[in-house]
C-alpha cells in the first residue's frame, strides 16, 4: 500500500491529503472492483489485477474465514468430521472448502492433530484472507487506546501456566502483540467469555 501511494501521491485525487488518509482512499478503491484479488498476510499483502479468478480467489477466502471462525468457536480446535464442517461443504462445496483448508495448512495456520483434528497456531494472527471487500475501520477513547497499549504489554508477559495459549482455550498467543493483534484477541476473549464465563483473570 506504501508503494502504491509513493507512486500515486501526486495524482489529483489524493491531493492535500496526508499518507494515512491516502492510503485508506487507495484502499477503498481496491475494496471496491470484483477484479482485484488480494494475495498474501496482513504484513506484505499484494493486490493484483486478475479478473479471471477474482471471484474463486474471494470465494476460497471466505471459507478461509469460516473455518478459522468455528476453531475459535471451539476454543482453537475442530474437526474435520464434524456436522459444522460438513454444513460448510454444502455450503460453498466440498472443492471451495478443499481448496481453503489446504491453504491454511499449507500457510501453516492450521495443523493437523491426528486422527481428524485441525488446530489454531500463532500465525493465524497475521492471516489475511482474499476477502477485501469489508471494513475493518473503528474509533476508539483515549482511555481504551491506553488499555490497548496495556494489553499489548500484558500479552507480551502472559504465561498461561507455562502454555502459550489464551486463558481457557487452546488458542495460540500471538507472537509479536500490536495494537490491532491486542484488539483482536480482545474480540475472541470477550466472545468466548460472554458465551462460557471462565476464570479469564490476568494480575496487572
Known amino acids: 500500500m506504501k508503494q502504491m501511494y509513493q507512486i500515486y501521491h501526486m495524482e ?6 496526508d499518507q494515512a488518509r491516502a492510503m485508506r482512499k487507495i484502499r477503498s478503491i481496491l475494496n471496491s472492483s470484483s477484479s482485484i484479488v488480494k494475495r ?4 506484505g499483502a499484494v493486490y493484483e489485477y486478475s479478473p479471471g479468478d477474482a471471484g474463486d480467489v474471494e470465494t476460497t477466502g471466505m471459507v478461509e474465514n469460516e473455518i478459522i471462525h468455528l ?14 464442517f460438513k454444513k460448510l461443504e454444502e455450503k460453498y462445496d466440498i472443492n471451495a472448502t478443499t481448496n481453503a483448508l489446504n491453504n491454511l495448512l499449507n500457510q501453516r495456520i492450521l495443523e493437523i492433530q491426528p486422527p481428524d483434528m485441525t488446530i489454531l497456531t500463532n500465525r493465524f494472527w497475521e492471516h489475511s484472507s482474499a476477502i477485501h471487500r469489508t471494513s475493518t475501520s473503528f474509533t476508539h477513547s483515549a482511555a481504551i487506546g491506553s488499555r490497548i497499549k496495556d494489553l499489548v504489554k500484558q500479552l507480551q508477559d502472559f504465561n498461561n501456566g507455562g502454555k502459550n495459549t489464551l486463558p481457557g482455550t487452546d488458542i495460540p498467543l500471538p507472537e509479536q502483540p500490536s495494537r490491532s493483534t491486542a484488539i483482536e484477541v480482545a474480540v475472541v476473549l470477550a466472545a468466548r467469555f460472554l458465551k462460557d464465563p471462565i476464570d479469564m483473570t490476568i494480575v496487572e
Not at 40 to 43: I, W
Open 12 to 17: 489529483p485525487a489524493l491531493d492535500g491529503m
Open 40 to 43: 498474501g498476510d496482513k504484513r
Open 71 to 84: 476453531h475459535l468457536k471451539n476454543k482453537g480446535t475442530f474437526s474435520l468430521h464434524s456436522k459444522a
